[in-house]
């Protein structure tokens, strides 16, 4: 899955200035955190509140309910004890904890302020998860946010993204809705700018100003770690190629925080780490867990299993596993108004167009089904794509889309047919057993190692990197002992 808090699309600010050269430079406001004159005609600051007000409304539809509890109300806290050191005045902030296993963060116009629980478990400090609150503040103050809107970015992908899920909130959430929209519009300058602002904000408010630097370091070192997870060659890995490389902002924010000077710079390792002992890690419930080889869904209530050998992601719209030997799963959900038999939602609204000479209807596990089966083409090779379609309730679909590379073994065959009957209701047992990891604190022991303490963490692959990634150190870096360190625990 990818790391949204540093993803954002390119939009130069050029455009801007050659829109202000065009004589509308009588609509430019001097920004007071920057300093800089701004064009701000189509979003007045009176309209930001109200503008803000709207997407929130949009977000809680899109995420469901914003966590709650002693969580929130720690990171409202920290959100008040940095904002009377802001700049803008007229913002009244307002702070909330998204339920998702993203690494998160954005700004709404009107001071609305996000962070995922998939940040909050990255962070090691409440000066940390500060930089990144100090950050977001910084692209409000900037208007960054609301230079977006003027843009017509923010509204637009947001409705369409909500436009998609509309309804239907068990499966909306199950189809997922990405936390996709809101930080792929910044510019390079602008997360730089936000940066050190962060830095400003962090520093005045009493936080250790090196936090920044500290958790931009982790963030990359998660993305690598998250692209090695994933099986990208490091040379495909072009993730960086649209947005300020993440080794330079630590650059740059490691020399801004030596421009403060703070008299006992807060960190609160300690009290932060107790705040999130017990953090949802990964997906939860309501999103669906990948455990081994197979995709369980105890909010909904199924499972599937995908053939050894498949590498399996959820991500929000669809669970996708690539095997080895090139086969690609697709399992998502398909929806129509109407009631109708699974084999002419196959022929009638999935393939449209496609005249298919083996669309059958079947029966998997007692639920009504029909597949399908042709030859189509993925990126220039010829392959078979086999289509399931299995009726969960009138007019709701699960789907399998299977593209077979032309040269897979029978055996291979017999071991998606039995992916395609391996779809089945969960037990009750099965639904009680199956749950979300936490993030859990251990103290190391004298001798504890990176080595000695990856084995408690409940992890499939590279356990020592990833407990040193979660915990911002190196698999080298020697442990303290009586220390507290998170682990990734069922
Ligand atoms: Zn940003």
């Known amino acids: 899955m990818a790391i949204q808090w540093t993803k954002s699309r390119v939009f130069s600010k050029k455009s801007f200035l050659g829109l202000m050269a065009l004589g509308l430079v009588a609509a430019c406001s001097t920004n007071p955190a920057t300093g800089d004159r701004q064009f701000t005609a189509l979003l007045p600051a009176e309209r930001e509140e109200a503008v803000g007000a709207e997407e929130h409304k949009k977000l809680e539809q899109a995420f469901g309910k914003f966590m709650s509890g002693p969580i929130a109300e720690y990171v409202e806290g920290i959100g008040e004890r940095i904002t009377p ?10 702070f909330f904890v998204i339920d998702d296993p993203m690494i998160n963060a954005f700004a709404v116009p009107g001071g609305y302020i996000y962070v995922s629980r998939g940040l909050m478990a990255l962070a090691s400090s409440e000066a940390e998860l500060a930089a990144v609150i100090a950050h977001e503040i910084g692209h409000v103050t900037a208007r960054h946010s609301a230079e977006r ?26 189809a997922g809705l990405g936390s996709e929209l809101y930080i792929k519009s910044y510019s390079r300058s602008q997360e730089h700018e936000a940066d050190s602002l962060g830095v400003r904000y962090s520093a005045r408010a009493g936080y250790d100003p090196n936090a920044m630097a500290k958790f931009l370091k982790t963030l990359d070192a998660q993305t690598k770690l998250d692209g090695r997870l994933e099986g990208r060659k490091q040379s495909s890995f072009n993730y960086f190629s649209t947005h300020p490389i993440t080794s330079e902002r630590v650059t740059r924010t490691t020399a801004q925080a030596k421009e403060f000077s703070v008299e006992k710079p807060a960190t609160n390792r300690h009290g932060y780490l107790k705040k999130i002992n017990g953090l949802t ?34 991500s929000p719209k669809a669970v996708t596993a690539k095997h080895s030997n090139g086969t690609i799963i697709i399992f998502d959900m398909g929806k129509t108004k109407d009631a109708i038999a699974p084999l002419s939602y196959i022929k009638d609204v999935w393939l449209r167009e496609k005249s298919l000479g083996s669309a059958e209807a079947i029966k998997i596990n007692g639920m009504n089904a029909a597949t399908a089966a042709f030859t189509g083409t993925v990126q220039g090779k010829s392959v078979t794509i086999r289509l399931v379609a299995i009726e969960w309730a009138p007019g709701q679909f699960f789907r399998f889309q299977m593209a077979i590379p032309k040269n897979v073994s029978s055996s291979f065959m017999d071991e998606l047919k039995k992916t395609t009957y391996s779809f089945k209701k969960l037990t009750a047992s099965e639904k009680n057993s199956i749950r979300p990891k936490r993030i859990k604190l251990v103290a190391a022991k004298s001798g504890d190692t990176v080595a000695t303490m990856a084995k408690r963490m409940d992890v499939d692959e590279l356990p020592a990197d990833q407990f040193a990634v979660l915990n911002g150190i190196n698999v080298n870096t020697p442990l303290v002992a009586g220390r507290l360190y998170k682990v990734i625990s069922d």
Request: no cysteine.
């Open 85 to 94: 050191h802001t700049e803008r005045k007229d913002v009244e902030y307002k």
């Open 149 to 174: 809107v003027s843009q017509g970015f923010l509204v637009g992908l947001g409705a369409a993204a909500i436009g998609a899920v509309a309804g239907d909130p068990g499966f909306s959430r199950a």
């Open 281 to 314: 890690y990964g997906d939860s419930a309501d999103q669906g867990f990948v455990r081994g080889n197979t995709f369980y869904h105890t909010d909904i209530g199924f499972k599937f299993t995908v053939p050894q050998g498949s590498k399996m992601v959820n």
